[in-house]
C-alpha cells in the first residue's frame, strides 16, 4: 500500500489536472511530497518504535496513512490534495521501518532469510505493479473520478490490515526504563535530509534554479554536524539516534552502501520507461503498466527463493542479482535500438530477467545487512538501510532523467532510452564491482550465518 503511493499516483496525474484545476506546481507538489516526507521520518521513525515499540507505532501509523489516504480522495482543490499526500508520506515513514525490526524481533537464522524474502516479494510487485493498477483503476472508475479511488483503495487494505495486525502482532515487551528519542539529533538529520532531498526530488524544476543544487552540499555538511552530534551524544552516555558502531560492521557499511547504488541505478527504469512508452509509441496508461509488469512478476519471485537460500549464501545471492539485472537492462537497450514495431512485448523477456536480478538483490541484502545487527536497535538500524534507498532512487531519477530529457533534441525517444538504459547499467555495474570485492574477502561469502546472539525471541 504505502509503496504502491509512490508510483499508482503519476498515471492520475492528468485527470487530477482536469478535476481540480491543478498548476505544475502543484502536481509536483502531490507527487515529490510524499516521496520527500516519507524519505524524512524512515530513521526517527525507526527509533521510535524501537525506543517506544513496533506493535504500537505499527498501528499508529496505518490509522494515520489510511485516514490520509481518505482525505487525498475527498480533497476538493490540489492544495489540500497536497497536503494529504505529505501526511500519507509520514504515516509510510513511519510505517515501513516497525516492519523490518518485527522482523528482526521474531525471526532467526534461515527462518530471517525466510520472511524477508515474504517482505521482498511484496516490495517488488508493489514497486513495479503500480501504474498498471493505476491505470486499470482509471479505466474502471472514470477519468473524471477515477483519479479519487486511486487513493480509495487503500482504505480497505488499510482497515484489514489494522484488524490483522491487532489479532497477529506480539504485544511490545516492557521497558524497565523510558529510552531518550534524541530530539536534538532527529531536528539535525530532518534539516540535513531535507537540504539534500528536496533539489532531488524537485529536479526537474530545479535544473533552471542553479541555486538549488547548492543546497545538497550543504545538507551534506548538516549530516556531518549530524554524526559529531552523535559521537558527543553517544560519549555522554546517551542512547544516539543511530548506533554509529553499526558501521564498523562491514556487512552493514557495505549493504547500505550497495541500497544506495542499486536503488540509483534501477528505480529510475520505471520511470523513463512508462515516458517513453506513453509519451514516445503512444502506450495508454494501462498499457504501459502491464508492459512493466514482468519486472514485478520476475522480482516476487526471485524475492521468495532469495530469501530462502541467503542464509545459506549470503551476499553471493546479491552479486547474482546484479549480475541478472545488468543483463536484462543490456538486452533491453539491444531492443529498443534493434526493434521497430512490438517494443513493447520484446522487452517482457528483458524486463523479466531485470526483475528476477532485483528479487535477488534487494531481500537477499537487506537480510545480509542486518544480520549482525541488535535486535533492540533493529528499527532505526532499518530506516537508515530505507533512507539510503530513498536517496539513491531520488539521485537516480534526478540523473537519469536529466539523461533522458537531454536525448530528447530532434524528438528522438529511443536514443533518450537508450542513453538512460546505459547509465543505468554503469550504475548497476558499480553495485556489481563492490559486491564482488566485498565477497572475494575471507570470511563474507556466508555472512548471513554469521548472526551475533539476538536474544529471545520477542526480546527488543
Do not use: C
Amino acid at each position: 500500500m504505502t509503496l504502491l503511493d509512490i508510483s499508482i499516483v503519476n498515471v492520475a496525474l492528468p485527470s487530477i489536472r482536469r478535476a481540480l484545476d491543478a498548476t505544475p506546481s502543484d502536481l509536483a507538489l502531490i507527487l515529490s511530497g510524499y516521496a520527500l516526507s516519507y524519505g524524512l521520518v524512515l530513521v526517527p521513525a525507526g527509533r521510535l518504535g524501537d525506543a517506544r515499540g513496533r506493535r504500537r507505532i505499527f498501528l499508529a501509523a496505518l490509522i494515520l496513512f489510511t485516514t490520509a489516504s481518505a482525505a487525498a480522495g475527498l480533497a476538493p482543490t490540489a492544495k489540500i490534495l497536497a497536503v494529504a499526500r505529505l501526511v500519507q508520506g509520514i504515516g509510510s515513514g513511519l510505517l515501513l521501518p516497525q516492519v523490518a525490526g518485527l522482523i528482526q524481533q521474531l525471526f532467526h537464522g534461515p527462518e530471517r532469510g525466510r520472511a524477508f524474502g515474504r517482505l521482498g516479494s511484496v516490495v517488488a510487485v508493489s514497486t513495479a505493479i503500480g501504474p498498471a493498477l493505476g491505470g486499470l483503476i482509471i479505466v474502471l472508475a472514470g477519468t473524471d473520478d477515477g483519479w479519487r479511488w486511486v487513493f480509495y483503495v487503500n482504505l480497505p487494505v488499510g482497515l484489514g490490515a489494522f484488524l490483522l495486525a491487532i489479532r497477529l502482532l506480539p504485544a511490545d515487551p516492557g521497558s524497565g526504563r523510558r529510552q531518550s528519542l534524541d530530539p536534538v539529533g532527529v531536528g539535525i538529520l530532518a534539516i540535513g535530509l531535507l537540504l539534500v532531498l528536496f533539489p532531488l526530488v524537485e529536479s526537474e524544476r530545479a535544473a533552471g534554479k542553479a541555486v538549488l543544487w547548492l543546497l545538497a552540499p550543504l545538507g551534506l555538511l548538516v549530516l556531518a554536524l549530524f554524526l559529531a552530534w552523535e559521537r558527543r551524544h553517544r560519549r555522554r552516555g546517551r542512547e544516539p539516534l543511530v548506533d554509529l558502531a553499526l558501521w564498523r560492521r562491514r556487512s552493514y557499511a557495505v549493504g547500505v552502501v550497495l541500497a544506495l547504488v542499486y536503488f540509483a541505478g534501477l528505480t529510475p527504469i520505471f520511470f523513463v520507461l512508462t515516458l517513453f512508452l506513453q509519451a514516445g509509441l503512444g502506450y495508454s496508461a494501462l498499457l504501459a503498466g502491464l508492459t512493466i509488469t514482468p519486472v514485478a512478476l520476475g522480482g516476487a519471485v526471485a524475492a521468495f527463493l532469495g530469501g530462502r537460500l541467503v542464509h545459506r549464501y549470503g551476499r553471493q545471492i546479491v552479486l547474482a542479482g546484479l549480475a541478472a539485472t545488468a543483463a536484462g537492462l543490456v538486452a533491453a537497450d539491444i531492443v529498443v535500438d534493434t526493434v521497430d514495431t512490438g517494443v513493447g512485448l520484446a522487452l517482457a523477456v528483458p524486463l523479466l530477467i531485470a526483475g528476477i536480478g532485483s528479487g535477488l538483490v534487494i531481500t537477499p541484502n537487506q537480510t545480509v545487512t542486518l544480520s549482525e545487527v541488535p535486535v533492540q536497535g533493529g528499527g532505526s538500524a532499518a530506516g537508515v538501510l530505507q533512507t539510503a534507498q530513498r536517496i539513491g532512487s531520488a539521485t537516480g531519477i534526478a540523473g537519469i532523467t536529466a539523461v533522458f530529457f537531454a536525448g530528447l533534441d530532434g524528438s528522438d525517444w529511443t536514443v533518450a532510452l537508450s542513453r538512460s538504459l546505459r547509465v543505468a547499467v554503469g550504475i548497476v555495474v558499480v553495485g556489481l564491482v563492490l559486491a564482488v570485492v566485498d565477497v572475494r574477502r575471507p570470511g563474507l561469502a556466508h555472512e548471513a550465518e554469521a548472526e551475533l546472539p539476538l536474544g529471545p525471541v520477542g526480546g527488543g
